[in-house]
């Protein structure tokens, strides 16, 4: 095989993912914010999540590019595992458009679109005009490079490669679709993949029924990349990623079981003929004698019917695996589940106060779980910095955060009902209390920012110092935990023994000060040494604060609750 079709080969391949992302590019630019929007608004409804997944797909053309940023709306609690699974089944049907595109290999347009993309794209002043440029030069790059692909791959079926590629190994089925997976999961990129597949079967390089398997195979290796993308996130993402590619699996296992009456299917929907033959007749050219047009829209209209017949199967059985998913990946750390959704609270029990309140007082309890766990997390940092820990922490913060801002939205509109006075003192009180809540989380996380830079600056403190600071989080500690085993019952008895806490807080942050300000004196201490440490004990001081907030608001609440009932 000359040297010079290889890289002609090489550089097609290049030219055609550099066309994808140009075009992915202007799509987003045109339509990107808009569908973001939309994806975190979207509702329950299974056939709109997958709509949803489609739309994604189709705009970034890329459907593992859009299953990273499902995983990571997972991750952020906009998407539950529900709605993920139905917007990951929709993704299949967005690539499979892409890819129709690709299979009409409109050749002849390749280079005036190329030369129109420049023109708008670099001599136009408007940006929607622009946007327009920078797709039409992705368009014409696409099938230049596809071009250029076919014709580079041409040459192999006269080498020892095509001979080697012929070894019955390949003619099996799953071979060629766990091929399709591994490039698919090394180009991270189904639609490139799969323009590669078309090249290959363009050129003779591999035959019909190969390039099938190796079609179905995309859906594997994308399958693959969310589940790796899932790796340090939240539990909801991975439950998500092994249910999806659990789904794609059985998927692939019925169509290789019925692979004839798949492959007839193919035929019966798409025009002309496939099979392909790599015998050269008499003196013909052989680029000419192995011309097949149509194996293209073959090939394309297989990922069609794939994604399709998916998405009839499985799409009903959405609720059967979003209830299912605690079994597939089950356990959560301590018995607690730090998902950021919550998990109470269903908006549809707002005609009921009664019952909605004691929704929004069980959310709080479990927020008031997480803050607290969060809190012990930290604490065993001092003891050994633990990467994977840290990386728990965040997530526990993301979860608060999610809690604070669904759980308020939650109680404003059930104080819009008609409720009685106690109720509305009730809801005015969670209010107060996932405040706080959210406020030793946010401090939390400041503490173990402060002794991340400590780790990261090789900043060493004394052996006093860190004394001083396990007794403060030990104090600290009890505090967290009064605040915490009274929520949300409000009966008044913690505020004592939080005073009494808060107070021998406020001694020993005395204490320790004087002690910080003599090492420096005595140059014990570095100055950053001692700016890190003093912002550690703030981060403290503010979570105990925040803990005797909690305490008194819960008093405040009691106080007036027992005078009204005099």
């Given at each position: 095989?000359?040297?010079t079709?290889?890289?002609?080969?090489?550089?097609?391949?290049g030219?055609?993912?550099?066309?994808?992302k140009?075009m992915?590019?202007?799509?987003?630019r045109?339509?990107?914010?808009r569908?973001?929007?939309?994806?975190?608004?979207?509702?329950?409804?299974r056939?709109?999540?997958?709509?949803?997944?489609?739309?994604?797909?189709?705009?970034?053309?890329?459907?593992?590019?859009?299953?990273?940023?499902?995983?990571g709306?997972?991750?952020?609690?906009?998407?539950?595992?529900y709605q993920a699974?139905?917007?990951?089944?929709?993704?299949?049907?967005?690539?499979?458009?892409?890819?129709q595109?690709?299979?009409?290999k409109?050749?002849q347009i390749?280079l005036?679109a190329i030369?129109?993309?420049?023109?708008l794209?670099?001599?136009?002043?408007?940006?929607?005009?622009v946007?327009?440029?920078?797709?039409?030069?992705?368009?014409g790059?696409?099938f230049?490079?596809?071009q250029?692909?076919?014709?580079?791959?041409?040459?192999?079926?006269?080498?020892?490669?095509?001979?080697?590629i012929?070894h019955?190994?390949?003619?099996?089925?799953i071979?060629?679709?766990?091929?399709g997976a591994?490039?698919?999961?090394?180009i991270?990129?189904?639609?490139?993949?799969?323009?590669?597949?078309?090249?290959?079967?363009?050129?003779g390089?591999?035959?019909?029924e190969s390039?099938?398997?190796?079609?179905?195979?995309?859906?594997?290796?994308?399958?693959?990349?969310t589940?790796v993308?899932?790796?340090?996130?939240t539990?909801?993402a991975?439950r998500?990623?092994?249910?999806?590619?659990?789904?794609?699996?059985?998927?692939?296992?019925?169509?290789?079981i019925?692979?004839p009456?798949f492959?007839?299917?193919?035929?019966?929907?798409?025009?002309g003929?496939?099979e392909?033959?790599?015998?050269i007749?008499g003196?013909?050219?052989?680029?000419?004698?192995?011309?097949?047009?149509?194996i293209a829209?073959?090939?394309?209209?297989?990922?069609?019917?794939?994604?399709?017949?998916?998405?009839l199967?499985?799409l009903?059985?959405?609720?059967?695996?979003?209830?299912?998913?605690?079994?597939?990946?089950?356990g959560?750390?301590?018995?607690?589940?730090?998902e950021?959704?919550?998990?109470?609270?269903?908006?549809?029990?707002l005609?009921?106060?009664s019952?909605?309140?004691?929704?929004?007082?069980?959310?709080?309890?479990?927020?008031?779980a997480?803050a607290?766990?969060m809190?012990?997390?930290?604490?065993?940092?001092?003891?050994?910095?633990?990467?994977?820990?840290?990386m728990r922490?965040?997530?526990?913060?993301?979860?608060?955060?999610v809690l604070?801002r669904d759980?308020?939205?939650?109680?404003?509109?059930l104080?819009k009902?008609?409720?009685?006075?106690?109720?509305?003192?009730?809801?005015?009180?969670?209010?107060?209390?996932?405040s706080?809540?959210?406020?030793i989380?946010?401090?939390?996380e400041?503490v173990?920012?402060?002794?991340?830079?400590?780790?990261?600056d090789?900043?060493?403190?004394s052996?006093?110092?860190?004394?001083e600071?396990?007794?403060?989080?030990?104090?600290?500690?009890?505090?967290?935990?009064?605040?915490?085993?009274?929520?949300?019952?409000?009966?008044?008895?913690?505020?004592?023994t939080g005073?009494?806490?808060?107070?021998?807080?406020?001694?020993?942050?005395?204490?320790?000060?004087?002690?910080?300000?003599?090492r420096?004196?005595?140059?014990?201490c570095?100055v950053?040494a001692?700016?890190?440490?003093?912002d550690?004990?703030?981060?403290?001081?503010?979570?105990?604060?925040?803990c005797?907030?909690?305490?008194?608001?819960?008093r405040?609440f009691?106080d007036?609750?027992?005078?009204?009932?005099?």
């Open positions: 095989m000359p040297l079709f290889l890289w002609q080969a090489l550089g097609g391949l030219l055609f993912i550099l066309g994808m140009s992915s590019e202007g799509l987003q045109i339509a990107g914010e569908l973001r929007q939309t994806l975190e608004k979207i509702t329950g409804n056939l709109t999540a997958a709509l949803m997944g489609s739309c994604l797909a189709s705009l970034l053309q890329s459907s593992s590019a859009a299953s990273i940023i499902i995983v709306l997972l991750n952020a609690g906009l998407l539950s595992v699974l139905g917007v990951l089944m929709g993704t299949g049907i967005g690539t499979t458009l892409a890819i595109f690709i299979a009409f409109i050749s390749a005036p030369a129109l993309g420049v023109l794209k670099y001599f136009c002043k408007r940006r929607r005009v946007y327009v440029g920078e797709l039409l030069l992705g368009a790059l696409i230049f490079g596809l250029l692909m076919e014709s580079g791959f041409a040459p192999v079926k006269q080498s020892a490669l095509f001979e080697g012929q019955p190994l390949f003619s099996w089925h071979s060629s679709v766990l091929l591994l490039l698919t999961f090394l991270q990129s189904g639609s490139a993949v799969i323009g590669i597949v078309i090249a290959l079967a363009g050129s390089l591999i035959g019909f390039g099938v398997a190796m079609v179905i195979g995309e859906v594997l290796g994308t399958s693959l990349i589940l993308s899932t790796i340090g996130g539990i909801a991975r998500s990623a092994i249910i999806y590619c659990l789904i794609n699996v059985v998927a692939i296992i019925l169509v290789l019925g692979f009456l492959l007839k299917v193919i035929h019966a929907l798409s025009p003929e496939a392909f033959t790599v015998s007749i003196n013909a050219d052989p680029h000419s004698a192995l011309s097949r047009p149509n829209r073959h090939l394309a209209n297989a990922h069609t019917i794939f994604s399709v017949f998916s998405v199967v499985f009903p059985l959405l609720g059967f695996f979003a209830r299912s998913a605690g079994r597939i990946l089950p959560v750390e301590g018995g607690l589940d730090y950021p959704r919550p998990k109470f609270i269903d908006t549809r029990i005609n009921t106060p019952i909605a309140l004691l929704q929004a007082k069980n959310e709080t309890r479990r927020m008031a997480i607290e766990s809190f012990e997390d930290v604490v065993k940092q001092f003891y050994k910095y633990d990467a994977r820990r840290t922490i965040r997530q526990k913060e993301e979860a608060l955060d604070q759980i308020s939205n939650f109680l404003v509109s104080s009902q008609s409720v009685g006075r106690d109720t509305f003192s009730d809801i005015s009180l969670l209010l107060q209390i996932i706080s809540l959210e406020h989380g946010d401090q939390n400041a173990l920012d402060y002794l991340r830079r400590k780790k990261e090789k900043i060493i403190f052996a006093s110092a860190m004394t600071l396990r007794n403060l989080a030990a104090v600290v500690g009890d505090l967290v935990n009064s605040a915490v085993a009274s929520v949300p019952e409000a009966t008044g008895n913690g505020l004592t005073i009494d806490l808060r107070d021998k807080v406020t001694q020993l942050q005395g204490t320790m000060l004087d002690n910080h300000i003599k420096l004196t005595d140059g014990d570095t950053m001692g700016l890190i440490y003093s550690i004990v703030g981060g403290f001081t503010k979570i105990a604060d925040a005797i907030q909690i305490l008194k608001s819960e405040e009691f007036a609750a027992s005078s009204g009932s005099h």
